[in-house]
């Protein structure tokens, strides 16, 4: 039976890439304490403003309206400097003069592992997970995911638009470093001819010929999603076919979403998410719990070790691996 245990003040940070519902996370972290009779403080630009000291307090008037914002209104920065025993050091200092016994940090896999250095330590941490790419344990989905994967289907339905107007084949690069995730669910929505991920090691021979397929099964346009992190890049794979695919039967063109993906409005699915996770963050608090990523898995909030967070990757479902192999004719 975990422990009960009280504070007077919690901080919360966003660090990293911003994912749409990180606001929702901050407002459900900071509503949850607020009825718990807690302090919250705000640290601003992750962990650079943690080693810094810059903390600002999070009451009402910072928190009304920021559940459908996009970004983060703590701002948020890459910092890997947090590994270096001196920054920890600097930031524990920081925690104890501005009184604060536990921090929830919000973030991807770089911010996770900074919570877990934290908790190292012996500092109260629990993270939660917040990234487009979707790749921390311990979670169907991340905070952000949903939100980007829209953005994306709605470009790729307008580019298609475009394709069956001019009779063309775009290849179209998603975001998520190396992960999949995005490119692979977006392609299966999107109906992409051909799907390129980086943990399915995918030629541009390959490619070309599934394209030549769909010209010889009469396809007017066609469509690739790849992955930013493939080892061959849309860029790449355009210059590959410059130069050998002559025979495809359309015309090329390239279109990299880039960062529009991490910005927008939330989603309804990304607002509850953030929301249910950031009051969770308080509870596990409120019980003793500490040294946790919190996810939801088959729709329930599971707690899942930092440790293991930060030592292992999460896979692509196999499921949605077969899918595009099922689907192609």
């Given amino acids: 039976m975990l422990a009960k245990t009280d504070y007077r003040r919690i901080g919360v940070l966003t660090s990293g890439g911003d994912a749409p519902g990180m606001n929702a996370a ?19 630009s992750g962990f650079v403003g943690l080693v810094s000291g810059d903390f600002v307090p ?12 996009g970004g983060t209104i703590l701002k948020t920065s890459r910092f ?3 590994m270096e025993q001196q920054n920890q050091d600097r930031a524990l200092d920081n925690l104890t003069r501005q009184h604060i016994g536990a921090i929830v940090i919000i973030g991807g896999d770089g911010s996770l592992a900074g919570a877990y250095a934290l908790a190292q330590h012996g500092f109260r941490v629990v993270g939660l997970g917040a990234t487009i790419d979707n790749d921390v344990i311990g979670a169907d989905l991340t905070i952000g995911v949903d939100t980007a994967l829209n953005v994306a289907i709605e470009a790729i339905d307008r580019l298609k638009v475009t394709a069956a107007s001019h009779d063309r084949a775009f290849l179209v690069e998603v975001m998520g470093r190396h992960s999949g995730y995005l490119a692979l669910a977006s392609g299966i929505a999107g109906g992409a001819e051909v799907i390129v991920v980086p943990e399915v090691e995918t030629e541009p021979a390959r490619v070309a010929d599934e ?3 769909a010209y010889d099964h009469g396809h007017a346009h066609a469509l690739v999603v790849v992955a930013e992190g493939s080892r061959h890049s849309a860029e790449s794979l355009a210059q590959y ?14 279109t990299k979403l880039g960062h529009v993906q991490r910005g927008g409005v939330p989603t309804v699915f990304d607002r509850l998410l953030g929301t249910r996770l950031g009051v969770a963050s308080c509870n596990s608090l409120a019980v003793g719990e500490t040294g946790v990523s ?4 088959g729709g329930s909030i599971t707690a899942t070790p930092l440790s293991e967070t930060v030592s292992r990757k999460k896979p ?7 899918l595009p192999f099922v689907l192609a004719y």
């Fill in 294 to 297: 919190l996810g939801v898995v």
């Fill in 58 to 69: 999070l009451g009402i008037r910072e928190l009304s309206g920021i559940i459908q914002q």
């Fill in 80 to 82: 890997p400097g947090f």
């Fill in 26 to 44: 901050i407002r459900g972290v900071a509503y949850s304490a607020n009825h718990k009779g807690w302090e919250v403080v705000g640290i601003r």
């Fill in 241 to 254: 076919f410059g130069k050998y695919g002559t025979s495809l039967g359309f015309e090329l063109r390239v």
């Fill in 316 to 322: 692509l479902d196999p499921e949605l691996v077969k």
């Fill in 211 to 213: 394209l030549r397929r």
